[in-house]
């Protein structure tokens, strides 16, 4: 297309001493490029549109333009609701535009959109509604406290009550008189440009004083979490000692903080999203009551080998607890690949992961996330299923039946011949990500893997994405492997086409090796080892889209594999925001 208008504007610098004939030659070939190009462009258009081919079909965004966290996600008089940043002015993030934009649904699937729960329209928060968090007081009526950016780019935190409590909806929301309620200032020490998220705030065992964290960063790259008391909800005093922090990792923002219950008794997870590398981490501890910190049970002095939600692109993640299901739900923002012209072009930027069960694993080590059941809804049935299909190496099976760019898989594989699983060299660097993307899907190498599911795959495989599981052999037990490899998913090289991989906590003599993916258009979310491991990624092919998806399952390791089980389910489209 460019060297069409390169060829067309050549011609309009053409020498004026030209002939007549060779000028008059010359603008029927101007006029023909012209026509070409216009059809070029129609074409394109009908078959292209970056704002339909790569807009996800079940994945909650707004109708248009910038969205990121989530925000008090809650239950409510029947109805979940969800807060979101978002940017009314367009698509891509602005400093002093954000709002809280807000949504309501029966069923956490279909979503209808309200107006603006919070602008900003006072000194405290004339430069942005920043994130926060829903609490249920004693009256059990909902109170926001978020951060505000004030006139001074400082971040303080506030207090916001719905102006009809008896209103379902909730679509009024009235900001407090004693905003802002906490400031940072000279006397608290306190980073005044990174002081924000409040979490949802909880009461004390032997106090009855409510109590709320704050992600901060101090002197010499510390990452913090603030710990405040109040006994009205409305005065609040910072504790003497921080609630966690760790050394040289930066600011820890939305943090979240959650009790689990596992075999009778309580333990407690806390989350942080890491600034400086974008990714949340949590740690399962115990929460000491009495002297108000919180204490993990692997006290890993490098934080960023600690425990993910995610190993892709899943960030400032939200939990609440579903009181009528009786389970904790988490919410994470899942922002573009794309370049931001394209985002412009598109009109959108993010979307939020598919709403996630969260639960702890029979030995209270880690947490299990599996996308919640109502989803399930959306599946096309009969599904496209398999059973006991052995995979030879080299095996490229294509999976017909279901439309690929929109689809629900889950398969397990059964493995044999452990001992012919590849030893991982004690030199390689013990990074799941790198060793993804040195052992990629492509590769056929002398071993177990990899294998596995290529998706969003082109008719000639120019394009694909593929989640797979390579085993090794590692100090007499076997390490699994899965990786998301978006290497070879687009022909736009623009595009952030990283690799993302992960350890996953089975043993393959005994456990099934499965994955569950979620593929929507520009995202897939996979989840690996019934939970143990998710990875969620944004692809933006040129040619695997809609009608001309296609699924495989495949194997290029040289050791066989059986396909246990399949089942493919087209999926239908979610009402999400839609515009009436």
């Known amino acids: 297309m460019v060297t069409r208008h390169k060829f067309s504007l050549s ?3 053409y020498n004026m001493r030209t002939s007549w004939l060779l000028s008059k030659f010359s603008f029927l070939i101007i006029l023909y490029g012209v026509v070409h190009i216009e059809a070029f462009h129609q074409t394109h258009s009908s078959t292209f549109n970056l704002n339909q081919t790569y807009k996800p079909s079940f994945h909650f965004q707004p109708s248009k333009n910038w969205m990121n966290d989530p925000n008090g996600p809650m239950r409510y008089k029947g109805l979940y609701h969800i807060f979101y940043q978002h940017n009314p002015k367009g698509a891509i993030w602005s400093n002093n535009s954000i709002v809280w934009g807000h949504s309501v649904s029966k069923d956490l699937v279909n979503w209808f959109s309200l107006q603006h729960a919070l602008t900003p329209t006072k000194p405290y928060d004339i430069n942005g509604c920043w994130s926060g968090s829903v609490t249920f007081l004693s009256n059990n009526r909902p109170n926001i406290l978020y951060t505000g950016i004030d006139k001074n780019n400082h971040q303080t935190q506030n207090l916001a009550i719905p102006k009809n409590a008896s209103d379902p909806f909730l679509k009024e929301w009235i900001k407090s008189s004693m905003n802002p309620l906490i400031v940072p200032t000279i006397g608290n020490k306190i980073n005044a440009t990174s002081f924000r998220d409040p979490t949802t705030a909880w009461i004390g065992d032997h106090d009855g004083f409510w109590r709320v964290l704050v992600g901060s960063q101090e002197k010499g790259n510390k990452g913090i979490t603030l710990l405040f008391k109040s006994k009205d909800f409305v005065n609040w005093v910072e504790s003497k000692t921080p609630f966690y922090s760790a050394k040289k990792i930066g600011m820890m923002e939305c943090p979240d903080f959650f009790p689990m219950l596992i075999n009778g008794s309580i333990k407690h997870v806390l989350k942080i999203s890491l600034f400086d590398v974008s990714h949340d981490y949590y740690l399962i501890g115990t929460y000491d009551t009495i002297k108000d910190v919180f204490i993990p049970e692997e006290n890993n002095n490098e934080l960023t080998r600690v425990l ?5 692109k899943f960030y400032a993640s939200k939990t609440f607890y579903d009181s009528v299901k009786k389970r904790r739900v988490l919410w994470g923002w899942i922002n573009e690949s794309s370049t931001q012209e394209d985002d412009v072009q598109k009109g959108w930027s993010g979307i939020q992961a598919i709403p996630r069960a969260l639960w702890l694993d029979k030995l209270g080590k880690q947490l299990i996330q599996w996308p919640i059941v109502e989803i399930e809804k959306l599946r096309i049935n009969p599904p496209v299923k398999l059973h006991s299909k052995v995979l030879k190496r080299g095996t490229l099976l294509e999976i017909s039946g ?23 060299n004690p030199s390689w660097k013990m990074d799941p990500q790198h060793l993804c993307t040195e052992n990629g899907s492509k590769v056929k190498e002398t071993g177990l893997g990899p294998f596995g599911l290529l998706v969003l795959a082109s008719k000639n495989m120019q394009e694909y ?7 090794f052999r590692a100090n007499k037990k076997h390490v699994v492997l899965m990786c998301s490899d978006q290497s070879r998913s687009s022909l736009n090289h623009k595009n952030d086409l990283t690799t993302y991989g992960a350890f996953v906590d089975v043993n393959p003599i005994y456990d099934e090796l499965s994955i569950r993916t979620l593929i929507d258009h520009s995202v897939v979310e996979s989840f690996g080892g019934q939970g143990k491991t998710c990875i969620a990624s944004r692809v933006y092919p040129t040619l695997a889209i809609n009608d001309n998806a296609h699924l495989h399952v495949f194997n290029n390791g040289t050791v066989d594999v059986k396909i246990e089980k399949l089942s493919a389910w087209s999926m239908k489209k979610a009402k999400i925001n839609e515009i009436h």
Not at 308 to 312: K, S, V
Not at 410 to 416: A, G, L
Not at 465 to 471: L, M, P, R, Y
């Open 308 to 312: 993910r939600y995610d190993y892709g």
């Open 465 to 471: 994405t593929s989640i797979f599981f390579k085993v």
């Open 11 to 13: 011609f309009l610098h």
């Open 402 to 424: 279901v439309t690929a760019a929109q689809a629900d898989v889950e398969i397990s594989f059964e493995v044999n011949d452990l001992e012919k699983a590849q030893a991982l």
